[in-house]
Protein backbone atom coordinates (compact mmCIF):
# COMPACT_ATOMS: atom_id res chain seq x y z
CA UNK A 1 0.00 0.00 0.00
CA UNK A 2 0.78 3.21 -0.66
CA UNK A 3 3.41 4.84 2.21
CA UNK A 4 3.81 8.93 2.55
CA UNK A 5 6.84 10.68 4.42
CA UNK A 6 6.69 14.44 5.29
CA UNK A 7 9.62 16.11 6.36
CA UNK A 8 10.57 18.29 8.71
CA UNK A 9 7.92 17.52 11.58
CA UNK A 10 8.67 21.03 12.68
CA UNK A 11 9.66 24.23 11.30
CA UNK A 12 10.50 27.21 12.72
CA UNK A 13 10.68 30.75 10.35
CA UNK A 14 10.42 34.34 10.66
CA UNK A 15 7.51 36.35 9.58
CA UNK A 16 8.22 36.86 6.15
CA UNK A 17 10.52 34.59 5.19
CA UNK A 18 9.78 31.63 2.74
CA UNK A 19 8.76 27.80 4.30
CA UNK A 20 8.80 24.71 2.31
CA UNK A 21 7.66 21.32 3.57
CA UNK A 22 8.37 18.01 1.30
CA UNK A 23 6.68 14.79 1.39
CA UNK A 24 7.43 11.58 -0.71
CA UNK A 25 5.12 8.72 -1.44
CA UNK A 26 5.94 4.91 -2.68
CA UNK A 27 3.01 4.02 -4.61
CA UNK A 28 3.72 5.36 -8.72
CA UNK A 29 -0.49 4.82 -9.15
CA UNK A 30 -0.96 7.33 -6.80
CA UNK A 31 -2.23 10.94 -8.88
CA UNK A 32 -3.97 13.21 -6.08
CA UNK A 33 -1.70 15.20 -3.61
CA UNK A 34 -3.63 17.75 -1.53
CA UNK A 35 -2.36 19.26 1.24
CA UNK A 36 -4.35 20.41 4.64
CA UNK A 37 -3.66 22.97 7.50
CA UNK A 38 -4.99 21.65 10.91
CA UNK A 39 -5.24 24.90 13.49
CA UNK A 40 -5.08 23.31 17.50
CA UNK A 41 -8.87 21.58 17.99
CA UNK A 42 -10.06 22.13 14.39
CA UNK A 43 -10.74 19.28 11.57
CA UNK A 44 -8.00 19.45 9.18
CA UNK A 45 -8.72 22.41 5.69
CA UNK A 46 -7.79 21.47 2.30
CA UNK A 47 -5.32 24.44 1.22
CA UNK A 48 -4.20 23.39 -2.14
CA UNK A 49 -3.74 20.05 -4.36
CA UNK A 50 -2.47 18.83 -7.18
CA UNK A 51 -2.89 16.28 -9.67
CA UNK A 52 -0.19 13.46 -11.45
CA UNK A 53 -0.99 15.63 -14.81
CA UNK A 54 0.33 19.03 -13.45
CA UNK A 55 3.48 19.74 -12.34
CA UNK A 56 3.34 22.89 -10.15
CA UNK A 57 0.33 24.72 -9.14
CA UNK A 58 0.18 28.22 -7.24
CA UNK A 59 -2.83 30.04 -5.47
CA UNK A 60 -1.27 33.35 -4.00
CA UNK A 61 1.76 32.83 -1.33
CA UNK A 62 0.99 29.30 -1.60
CA UNK A 63 2.56 26.79 -4.26
CA UNK A 64 2.64 23.50 -4.99
CA UNK A 65 5.34 20.73 -6.85
CA UNK A 66 5.40 17.32 -8.05
CA UNK A 67 8.08 15.04 -9.32
CA UNK A 68 6.04 12.05 -10.21
CA UNK A 69 9.53 10.38 -11.41
CA UNK A 70 11.38 11.12 -8.04
CA UNK A 71 7.60 10.67 -6.54
CA UNK A 72 7.98 13.86 -4.27
CA UNK A 73 6.21 16.71 -3.84
CA UNK A 74 6.46 19.83 -1.66
CA UNK A 75 4.72 22.82 -0.28
CA UNK A 76 5.88 26.42 -0.62
CA UNK A 77 4.66 29.20 1.93
CA UNK A 78 6.12 32.47 0.61
CA UNK A 79 5.74 35.70 2.92
CA UNK A 80 4.99 33.80 5.79
CA UNK A 81 2.52 35.53 8.29
CA UNK A 82 1.79 34.74 12.17
CA UNK A 83 -1.69 33.07 11.12
CA UNK A 84 0.43 30.37 8.49
CA UNK A 85 0.93 28.99 12.02
CA UNK A 86 -0.44 25.34 11.84
CA UNK A 87 -0.03 22.11 11.37
CA UNK A 88 0.06 20.80 7.75
CA UNK A 89 -0.40 17.60 6.40
CA UNK A 90 0.85 16.46 2.75
CA UNK A 91 -1.50 13.25 1.62
CA UNK A 92 -1.57 11.15 -1.21
CA UNK A 93 -4.27 8.96 -2.85
CA UNK A 94 -5.15 6.99 -5.95
CA UNK A 95 -8.13 6.46 -8.15
CA UNK A 96 -11.74 6.62 -7.78
CA UNK A 97 -12.69 6.66 -3.90
CA UNK A 98 -9.67 4.92 -2.21
CA UNK A 99 -8.72 6.66 0.87
CA UNK A 100 -6.53 9.13 1.56
CA UNK A 101 -2.61 8.30 2.98
CA UNK A 102 -1.06 11.29 5.16
CA UNK A 103 1.95 12.34 6.35
CA UNK A 104 3.05 12.22 9.71
CA UNK A 105 2.82 16.24 9.68
CA UNK A 106 4.69 19.29 10.09
CA UNK A 107 4.13 21.50 12.82
CA UNK A 108 5.08 25.29 11.35
CA UNK A 109 5.53 28.21 13.48
CA UNK A 110 6.14 31.63 12.28
CA UNK A 111 7.63 33.89 14.82
CA UNK A 112 6.97 37.78 14.41
CA UNK B 1 -19.55 25.16 -0.72
CA UNK B 2 -18.77 21.50 0.29
CA UNK B 3 -19.03 22.11 4.01
CA UNK B 4 -18.70 19.19 6.33
CA UNK B 5 -20.25 19.01 10.25
CA UNK B 6 -19.88 17.16 13.39
CA UNK B 7 -22.07 17.32 16.28
CA UNK B 8 -21.44 16.92 18.49
CA UNK B 9 -18.14 18.68 18.84
CA UNK B 10 -16.78 17.62 22.26
CA UNK B 11 -18.65 14.90 24.72
CA UNK B 12 -17.66 14.17 28.33
CA UNK B 13 -18.88 10.66 28.95
CA UNK B 14 -18.58 7.79 31.69
CA UNK B 15 -16.69 4.70 30.90
CA UNK B 16 -18.78 2.09 29.70
CA UNK B 17 -20.99 4.18 27.86
CA UNK B 18 -21.58 4.40 24.40
CA UNK B 19 -21.35 7.95 22.10
CA UNK B 20 -22.92 8.68 19.09
CA UNK B 21 -21.16 11.47 16.50
CA UNK B 22 -22.67 12.36 13.54
CA UNK B 23 -21.12 13.83 10.42
CA UNK B 24 -22.87 15.37 7.28
CA UNK B 25 -22.14 16.73 4.54
CA UNK B 26 -24.35 20.09 4.10
CA UNK B 27 -24.41 21.36 1.03
CA UNK B 28 -23.82 18.41 -1.14
CA UNK B 29 -24.12 14.49 -1.51
CA UNK B 30 -21.52 12.22 -0.42
CA UNK B 31 -21.19 8.56 -1.60
CA UNK B 32 -18.22 7.63 0.91
CA UNK B 33 -17.61 9.19 4.29
CA UNK B 34 -14.09 8.38 5.81
CA UNK B 35 -13.70 8.24 10.02
CA UNK B 36 -10.35 9.11 11.65
CA UNK B 37 -9.24 9.31 14.66
CA UNK B 38 -6.03 11.53 15.83
CA UNK B 39 -4.62 11.16 19.12
CA UNK B 40 -2.40 14.39 20.03
CA UNK B 41 0.30 15.48 18.25
CA UNK B 42 -0.17 12.83 16.10
CA UNK B 43 -1.09 11.86 11.96
CA UNK B 44 -4.85 11.40 11.09
CA UNK B 45 -5.53 7.48 11.23
CA UNK B 46 -8.04 6.09 9.22
CA UNK B 47 -10.20 3.85 11.07
CA UNK B 48 -13.01 2.95 8.41
CA UNK B 49 -14.36 3.83 4.99
CA UNK B 50 -18.16 4.19 4.96
CA UNK B 51 -20.44 4.13 1.42
CA UNK B 52 -24.26 4.94 2.11
CA UNK B 53 -26.27 2.14 1.91
CA UNK B 54 -23.69 -0.46 2.55
CA UNK B 55 -21.88 -1.66 5.80
CA UNK B 56 -18.75 0.07 6.07
CA UNK B 57 -15.17 -1.34 5.29
CA UNK B 58 -12.91 -1.33 8.60
CA UNK B 59 -9.25 -0.92 8.63
CA UNK B 60 -7.01 -3.42 10.02
CA UNK B 61 -7.01 -3.52 14.00
CA UNK B 62 -10.06 -0.76 14.13
CA UNK B 63 -12.74 -3.41 15.89
CA UNK B 64 -16.38 -3.16 14.28
CA UNK B 65 -18.67 -4.15 17.08
CA UNK B 66 -16.59 -0.98 19.03
CA UNK B 67 -17.33 1.32 16.45
CA UNK B 68 -20.29 0.77 14.79
CA UNK B 69 -20.51 3.07 11.73
CA UNK B 70 -23.90 3.89 9.94
CA UNK B 71 -24.48 5.39 6.04
CA UNK B 72 -28.38 5.39 6.04
CA UNK B 73 -28.44 8.62 3.23
CA UNK B 74 -25.79 10.82 0.92
CA UNK B 75 -25.69 13.01 3.59
CA UNK B 76 -24.94 11.31 6.77
CA UNK B 77 -23.07 9.09 8.63
CA UNK B 78 -22.94 8.41 12.35
CA UNK B 79 -20.00 6.79 14.46
CA UNK B 80 -20.93 5.17 17.33
CA UNK B 81 -18.08 4.51 20.08
CA UNK B 82 -19.79 1.35 22.37
CA UNK B 83 -18.85 0.54 25.81
CA UNK B 84 -16.55 3.30 25.86
CA UNK B 85 -13.16 2.95 27.71
CA UNK B 86 -10.66 5.71 28.91
CA UNK B 87 -8.65 4.41 25.92
CA UNK B 88 -11.18 5.37 23.30
CA UNK B 89 -10.60 9.37 24.58
CA UNK B 90 -9.64 10.41 21.45
CA UNK B 91 -10.34 13.28 18.19
CA UNK B 92 -12.78 11.77 15.79
CA UNK B 93 -12.79 13.53 12.17
CA UNK B 94 -14.74 12.91 9.61
CA UNK B 95 -14.55 13.68 5.62
CA UNK B 96 -16.71 13.48 2.66
CA UNK B 97 -16.27 13.04 -0.96
CA UNK B 98 -18.36 14.13 -3.90
CA UNK B 99 -20.76 11.64 -5.23
CA UNK B 100 -20.09 11.67 -8.93
CA UNK B 101 -16.72 12.18 -9.09
CA UNK B 102 -13.78 14.09 -8.07
CA UNK B 103 -10.73 13.73 -5.68
CA UNK B 104 -11.52 16.11 -3.02
CA UNK B 105 -12.20 15.53 0.86
CA UNK B 106 -13.91 17.60 3.19
CA UNK B 107 -13.37 17.83 6.70
CA UNK B 108 -15.62 18.00 9.47
CA UNK B 109 -14.15 19.89 12.34
CA UNK B 110 -13.73 17.07 14.90
CA UNK B 111 -15.53 15.72 17.59
CA UNK B 112 -13.49 15.78 20.97
CA UNK B 113 -13.77 12.37 23.19
CA UNK B 114 -13.16 11.95 26.81
CA UNK B 115 -13.77 8.85 28.45
CA UNK B 116 -13.63 9.37 31.84
Known amino acids: GENVEQHPSTLSVQEGDSAVIKCTYS??????FPWYKQELGKGPQLIIDIRSNVGEKKDQRIAVTLNKTAKHFSLHITETQPEDSAVYFCAARGSGNTPLVFGKGTRLSVIA | GAVVSQHPSWVICKSGTSVKIECRSL??????MFWYRQFPKQSLMLMATSNEGSKATYEQGVEKDKFLINHASLTLSTLTVTSAHPEDSSFYIC????????????FGPGTRLTVL
Open chain 2, 27 to 32: DFQATT
Open chain 2, 95 to 106: SATLAGGGNEQF
Open chain 1, 27 to 32: DSASNY
